[in-house]
C-alpha cells in the first residue's frame, strides 16, 4: 500500500508544476488523467471520485498531516483574488448560518406532517417571467 500522505503531496506538487497530468477543471475540481481519479475540492469539503463513483471523502483524511495537504491544493486551483475573498466572507457566513439556526429555534414555524394537501407558500413573490 502507498503512503496517503505521499498520494497527496504529489498531487499537489505536481499540480504546482503544472504537470499535464493534472488537468484543473475548475477552482474545484481536478482530474488525474493517469488514473481517471478526480477531485473534488469544495470550499468546506473534500472527496475523490472515479468514474461517478466516491473513493475517498474528508472523514478518510483526518490524519492531521493529510487534509492540510488539500486545502494547499485547493489553494492552488482556486483564483488567489477569489480566495482571498472567500477568507474574509467565511467568519460573516458562519455567523448568518447561526443566527438562521437560533432563529429558527427561538421562533420555530410548526411542520404539520399530517396535512394531506399541498398548501400555497405564504408571503411570496408574484413571478411574472
Request: charged letters at 35%; zero cysteines; hydrophobic letters at 35%.
Amino acid at each position: 500500500m502507498l503512503n496517503i500522505e505521499s498520494v497527496l503531496e504529489y498531487i499537489r506538487d505536481e499540480i504546482m508544476a503544472d504537470s499535464e497530468r493534472f488537468e484543473i477543471l475548475s477552482d474545484e475540481h481536478v482530474l488525474d488523467t493517469k488514473t481517471g481519479v478526480k477531485l473534488h475540492v469544495y470550499d468546506d469539503w473534500f472527496k475523490m471520485t472515479r468514474d461517478g463513483e466516491t473513493i475517498a471523502t474528508m472523514r478518510d483524511f483526518d490524519t492531521g498531516i493529510e487534509q492540510p495537504i488539500i486545502w494547499q491544493i485547493k489553494g492552488l486551483i482556486t483564483d488567489p483574488e477569489l480566495m482571498e475573498q472567500k477568507k474574509l466572507d467565511y467568519m460573516p457566513m458562519i455567523k448568518e448560518r447561526r443566527k438562521v439556526l437560533s432563529d429558527l429555534f427561538e421562533d420555530p414555524e410548526p411542520v404539520n406532517y399530517e396535512d394531506k394537501e399541498v398548501v400555497t407558500e405564504v408571503g411570496t413573490t408574484k413571478y411574472i417571467g
